[in-house]
């Protein structure tokens, strides 16, 4: 029996009420996925919550689509990286992210001839071991693409050995206009629900559930209808889909927490322990699968161009695309004096410089947002941002405590449990920027270990520390040594057959 509730957490803000969702259209489907084939590429080495990678290509050197420019550094949380176009290696210089990440970049120019590595192409096996597919998501460079950029196979390891039995897909993306997650259903359900249940299965899960707003009709009916052709190869799996109310910051994994399991975590908890579940972007879980079937390593992603000074677009674009590329292929929309944001228009930076800020693996959207004159005055205590905070908090009272010293205090209201959500900035009619003051105050607290999931430091790994040879990574993607081992060994320790498929787009 489909479980027909609807979940949320209590606040937020709401479409119709003060976000203008409008262009959040339930036809998402007549908005085509549309190509961008930039003229060059940045790619940064740190895209990821962890050590940056370090670049494996040379100044002169030609490389083709797919191809490991950014090998991780040995025995740190890192991930590779993989250009997705073809051509020369014109540069590798230190860049400065609109989020503050300082890191070496390797800068390529398109040959136009779009040439990939011969190793792009489906895999022939039809068994993998769990460890194998693990090992292949690593290897093919992917973190989390909702944001949080935590590397998917360390994620996967560690809910492996959590032993949790739930994986949850989140589909809802709840910022207003953006729709990159909503398009990567509707184009690729096959995709997601496929990477999805195997994803479930290499972590010994049993169920898999999606979770999606009630007014995204079309993206749950592409579910229901991927989850019914392929539930015969899963039949192991248990899958169902989980109907959220649509509200923002509907998502983050401790108010899916208090939604779901009806649990309330800390910032020290995690989903796994409490609630033996693990959280997944929608999108991250089609990265899995282009990687575990078609042996596509993560080069390219959806983006949203969008906000109320722009049209909407979504488009499909190798990872490292100049901003400027990007918005110039769909209308210049400098012209019209809106602001640029990299990222979301509630929770994005603003950028001044599109020509040099590339698109990273955590980039769902580009907003283009109206300038306007935001009224700044004293707070006038109208409630409003601690009527719309989803963490339950009083911005306007913690925010006073930080501007006299009192971080004790502020820390006992709560203020360590600040998401940045941008909610209370955005409501407040004083134009009171609540949410910076209060993020960077709750960030600083929390404790950052090296090498835990959540290290975050500027370290360069020396050649010292390298765990491939960097040789033999220019020879290709770090992909192609896996096609031997998995014919040799298609089960896991236990002798479970963990992933069957038939490969390729025919799933
Ligand atoms: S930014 Fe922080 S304080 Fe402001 S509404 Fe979001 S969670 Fe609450
Ligand atoms: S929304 Fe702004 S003006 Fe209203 S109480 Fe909060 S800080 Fe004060």
Redesign the pocket.
């Known amino acids: 029996m489909p479980d027909r509730r609807r979940y949320s957490f209590y606040k937020g803000l709401f479409p119709g009420d003060v976000l203008n969702f409008s262009k959040r259209s339930h036809y998402v489907r007549e908005i085509m996925l549309e190509r961008v084939y930039p003229t060059k590429v940045i790619l940064p080495m740190k895209m990821h919550y962890g050590v940056p990678a370090v670049p494996c290509v040379k100044i002169g050197d030609t490389v083709l689509a797919g191809q490991c420019v950014g090998i991780p550094a040995k025995g740190t949380f890192s991930v590779p990286v993989h250009t997705g176009i073809s051509g020369t290696v014109a540069d590798i210089r230190p860049i400065t992210l609109p989020n503050g990440i300082e890191t070496r970049a390797v800068v390529i120019h398109n040959d136009m001839k779009r040439a990939r590595l011969e190793s792009l192409k489906p895999r022939p096996l039809l068994k993998l071991s769990a460890t194998e597919a693990i090992n292949i998501i690593t290897d093919a460079g992917i973190c989390g693409m909702g944001g949080e950029g935590i590397p998917t196979g360390a994620k996967l390891r560690r809910a492996k050995k959590e032993g949790v039995n739930d994986l949850l897909v989140n589909c809802l993306q709840s910022e207003p206009y953006s729709t990159s997650d909503l398009t990567a259903i509707t184009e690729y359900p096959d995709y997601v629900v496929n990477g999805a249940a195997a994803c479930t299965r290499a972590i010994g899960a049993k169920r898999c559930f999606f979770l999606i707003s009630e007014d995204r009709k079309e993206q749950r009916e592409a579910l229901e209808n991927s989850i019914e052709r392929l539930k015969d190869k899963f039949k192991d799996l248990s899958f169902d889909i989980k109907i959220f109310r649509e509200r923002f910051p509907q998502g983050y994994y401790r108010l899916v927490a208090k939604a779901l399991y009806g649990k309330r975590l800390s910032s020290e908890d995690t989903l796994e322990r409490t609630c033996s579940a693990v959280l997944f972007n929608c999108s991250t879980m089609l990265a899995c699968w282009e990687a575990i079937s078609d042996n596509i390593p993560m080069m390219s992603r959806i983006v949203s161009i969008t906000g109320d000074a722009s049209g909407i677009h979504n488009m499909l674009v190798p990872i490292g695309t100049p901003v400027s590329e990007l918005i110039n292929s769909v209308g210049d929309f400098r012209a019209s004096g809106g602001r640029i944001i990299w990222g979301n228009c509630l929770t994005g930076i603003e950028i001044t410089d599109p020509d040099n800020t590339p698109i990273i693996k955590l980039t769902s959207a580009i907003s283009i947002i109206r300038r306007q004159v935001v009224p700044r005055t004293p707070?006038?205590?109208?409630?409003?941002?601690?009527e719309c905070c989803p963490m339950g908090l009083s911005?306007?009272t913690i925010?006073e405590m930080l501007n006299q010293g009192l971080m004790q205090k502020a820390s006992e209201e709560g203020a360590r449990d600040c998401i940045a959500c941008g909610s209370?900035s955005y409501?407040?009619?004083?134009g009171?920027n609540?949410t910076d003051k209060i993020a960077a105050f709750a960030g600083e607290g929390r404790v950052i270990e090296v090498n835990s999931l959540l290290y975050n430091s500027g370290h360069t790994a020396t050649e010292g520390e390298l765990i491939y040879d960097t040789s033999e990574a220019q020879s290709g993607s770090l992909l192609e040594e896996y096609a031997g081992e998995k014919e040799e060994d298609g089960r896991d320790e236990e002798g479970r057959i963990v992933l069957p498929f038939d490969g390729g787009k025919k799933v």
């Open positions: 707070c006038i205590h109208c409630g409003l941002c601690s911005p306007n925010y209370c409501i407040c009619p004083a009171i609540l």
